[in-house]
């Protein structure tokens, strides 16, 4: 089992749908858990971070499910400009990160 | 908010040539990494620094080397510059503990040819 797994889409939704997308991670130590956005060619960008069971911003819900493994993201009311790729990571509680290989999503007008 | 800014952002170089890829933060962060980029692969660390002088291996070091002689700059070099190094190269720094957050330079994409 790869340690972070994401789907790699692409999700098409119409512009105004809700989506969700999870990622599933192997060590069940790992405390901290981010969501990146990347844009075409251009670095990653902090979204979101999970640090307990969820957290919300405006239209974005990260949630947690240590049970299972996996944290999620969902977007409502989607925006053409949420288009982008969508990166799991999850320190495995040392100095590194594990990247997921990223979730791409496109809003359709 | 925290600036990570990396030297070139498009760089072509020649096979066998020495590369020098410099990152800069401005946030007094303890932590900074070198990550390649590559379709279908994802982002894979290449060196990290938790300290000036301080330097781990990450995933896929072969090729490169690192230098921190101070703490807001972090330098890759590729000492013999091969075309499977042509990638797109990315910094990020971030603080110490276990809930720290990395924050990326804009990248460089390096060809080598």
């Known amino acids: 089992r790869k340690e972070v797994e994401q789907d790699p889409g692409p999700f098409n939704v119409p512009e105004g749908a809700t989506v969700a997308f999870n990622c599933t991670y192997s060590?069940?130590?790992?405390?901290?858990f981010f969501w990146y956005r990347q844009d075409c060619r251009k670095e990653p960008k902090l979204l979101m971070s999970?640090?307990?069971s969820g957290n919300e911003d405006g239209r974005f819900t990260a949630q947690l499910n240590r049970a299972s493994q996996y944290i999620s993201l969902l977007i409502r009311d989607s925006k053409l400009s949420d288009s982008a790729t969508y990166l799991c990571?999850?320190?495995?509680?040392?100095?590194?990160?594990?990247f997921g290989t990223g979730t791409r999503l496109k809003v359709l007008a | 908010d925290v600036k990570v800014t990396q030297s070139s952002r498009y760089l072509v170089k020649r096979t066998g040539e020495k590369v020098f890829l410099e990152c800069v933060q401005d946030m007094d962060h303890e932590n900074m990494f070198w990550y390649r980029q590559d379709p279908g692969l994802g982002l894979r660390l290449i060196y990290f620094?938790?300290?000036?002088?301080?330097?781990e291996k990450g995933d896929i070091p072969e090729g490169y080397s690192v230098s921190r002689e101070k703490k807001e700059r972090f330098s890759l070099i590729l000492e013999s510059a091969s075309t499977n190094q042509t990638s797109m190269y990315l910094c990020?720094?971030?603080?110490?503990?276990?809930?720290?957050?990395?924050?990326f330079g804009p990248g460089t994409r390096l060809t080598v040819t």
């Open positions: 620094s938790y300290d000036v002088k301080m330097k």
């Open positions: 999970v640090y307990s």
């Open positions: 060590n069940s130590a790992s405390q901290s």
């Open positions: 990571v999850v320190p495995p509680g040392t100095y590194k990160y594990i």
């Open positions: 990020a720094s971030g603080s110490k503990g276990v809930y720290y957050e990395q924050y």
